[in-house]
């Protein structure tokens, strides 16, 4: 029983961020869904940050009503910046490039977040890359080899696979246009995966200083809302495009803001407190792989063999990064353990003060 508690106290966080990208899997559809009958993106962004800012605020204000950090006015812009890079800004160019390519590509694409992030969390201190050892190597080798899956997913479309028949479920494309700019979807899903990479990296410097994952949460949707609502009032200032019925426009936005927004924000951050901004990225495979099967099997898309084979090789290089990054968080933590104990120590003169009566105190007979 003991044995079976520390098993899954050591994989609750790979656990959590699988079950995080079968919902992101969805999400995928659902929004393309609703963005083909109609629905604005970034209409659609600013009510999703809405639903999960008030769905979200509950639980925070409750469950860490006693732990929470003050906030400060630098805190303040720091939340203001986290929502501006993973609410409001990088979704907007994300859900606008859902507009010109398909959604197998777009969450190829996003496979190089964990890439840019690792090469940022290097550059910062925040990973060890280490090419005396093993795991070192293997986070170099892996970070290279994902980012060479995804420029073949890319630049490679080879023989389309043969199609299965009739597709289980259908999606109507109302215009002629989605699908067809793949250049512009393509730069959209680029900007959008390098402000992502930021704002993980960024998470990991304020969880440090406000680690209150259901307040931060809430705070980011909140803030990520008023943006997104700022801009959107601006390009869409006609009532009409606001106006949503009980459809499907409604469902994806239920479903953003609450699972996605809410609940899968929140596991981010937890795992990005326990495991790192890199592990929580090492994951991004999964929905890829997830949504290529569903766009293939049941909505009948093309499958290109070009997507599989870089699928393939994008897993391989991201899954030999996360090899390399086991065993490391123990390390890491001891050591920020040590810098914290040596600072304090070399910073405080009664610290070093009372050390030094103690070791006087133990010499006496």
Known sequence: MGTSIGT???????????????????????????????MNPHVYITYRHIVAGLAMLPFAYFLERKTRPKLTIALLL?????????????????????????????????????????????????????????????KIIGTLVSLAGVMSMTLYKGPVMKSL????????????????????????????????????IMQAYTLKRYPAQLSLTTWMSIVGAAQSAFYT?????????WTMGFNIDFWSTLYGGIVISGLVVYIQLWCTEQKGPVFVTVFNPLSTVLVAGLAYFVLGEKLYTGSIIGAVIVIIGLYLLLWGKEDQQPEMKEKEQCSTTNEVHHEDPRMQKFTSDADKFSAEP
């Open 165 to 200: 028949g009739h597709p289980l479920i259908y999606i109507h494309r109302g215009n002629g246009v989605i699908h067809e700019n793949w250049l512009k979807g393509s730069i959209l899903t680029a900007a959008s995966c390098i402000t992502w990479s930021i704002w993980y």
């Open 233 to 241: 009032v601006i390009v869409k200032h006609k009532r009409t495009a």
């Open 8 to 38: 899954y106290k050591r994989f609750k966080p790979h656990i959590l961020m699988v079950l995080a990208q079968i919902a992101y899997t969805f999400l995928y559809f659902i929004t393309e869904a609703s963005f083909n009958h109609g």
């Open 78 to 138: 720091e939340i203001f910046v986290l929502s501006l890079l993973g609410m409001s800004l990088t979704l907007n160019m994300y859900f606008v490039s859902l507009n010109y390519t398909s959604p197998t590509l777009l969450a190829s694409m996003i496979n190089t977040i964990a890439a840019l992030t690792f090469v940022l969390a290097v550059i910062l201190r925040l990973e060890d890359a280490n090419i005396r050892n093993p795991r070192g190597i293997a």
